[in-house]
T-cell receptor
Framework: GESVGLHLPTLSVQEGDNSIINCAYSNSASDYFIWYKQESGKGPQFIIDIRSNMDKRQGQRVTVLLNKTVKHLSLQIAATQPGDSAVYFCAENNAGNMLTFGGGTRLMVKP | GAGVSQTPSNKVTEKGKYVELRCDPISGHTALYWYRQSLGQGPEFLIYFQGTGAADDSGLPNDRFFAVRPEGSVSTLKIQRTERGDSAVYLC?????????????FGPGTRLTVT
């Protein structure tokens, strides 16, 4: 079946650097995408979302880019901080209700 | 305000036993979702409630799994004859209304271990 997946399982960055986390999706009918952050022992926390009629959306220190041509989604975190260390999931919503999550990327921030 | 809460936070049970997992959604949220997350993987959808009714239960793996939301608020996920493969973190989420455009707020999850 179609699914959402990530290119890199682990990303290690230096504190203060920018981070880029990538995600590939395969369902061309998906029209809404979300990035979640999950810390150990906690549930996923909403970071930012984007609709398919957009190719970029910015939040506080985060930017999501959507390339529908190659079905690719990315999350950019500016000036990465130790508190950003977590597992990041992209998710897609194309059925109106459920979210389909990818496998996750662990971000490790080195001081 | 209070977020989504789930109880218990941890549950250890023996193979073959029955378990109930509880979810208290954010007050006023009409949509409620259950997901299951295995170690190192993303959450997988189980069931979605809009109000009291299960609008989509296509993710329930088999008939040992059942969920209810009798008054449109608290929900209980019930697992009969538990198997070791049921061990996972069970996540609950709620949103203001169901549908694609509404952010789902997740609870901390219940870690279920079947021995």
């Amino acid at each position: 079946g179609e699914s959402v997946g990530l290119h890199l399982p682990t990303l290690s960055v230096q504190e203060g650097d920018n981070s880029i986390i990538n995600c590939a999706y395969s369902n061309s009918a998906s029209d809404y995408f979300i990035w979640y952050k999950q810390e150990s022992g906690k549930g996923p926390q909403f970071i930012i979302d984007i609709r398919s009629n957009m190719d970029k959306r910015q939040g506080q220190r985060v930017t999501v880019l959507l390339n529908k041509t190659v079905k690719h989604l990315s999350l950019q975190i500016a000036a990465t901080q130790p508190g950003d260390s977590a597992v990041y999931f992209c998710a897609e919503n194309n059925a109106g209700n459920m979210l389909t999550f990818g496998g996750g990327t662990r971000l490790m921030v080195k001081p | 305000g209070a977020g989504v809460s789930q109880t218990p936070s941890n549950k250890v049970t023996e193979k073959g036993k029955y378990v109930e997992l509880r979810c208290d959604p954010i007050s006023g949220h009409t949509a409620l979702y259950w997901y299951r997350q295995s170690l190192g993987q993303g959450p997988e959808f189980l069931i979605y409630f809009q109000g009291t009714g299960a609008a989509d239960d296509s993710g329930l793996p088999n008939d040992r799994f059942f969920a209810v939301r009798p008054e449109g608020s608290v929900s209980t996920l019930k697992i009969q004859r538990t198997e070791r493969g049921d061990s996972a973190v069970y996540l609950c989420a709620s949103s203001v209304v169901g549908g694609e455009a509404y952010e789902q707020y997740f609870g901390p999850g219940t870690r279920l271990t079947v021995t």
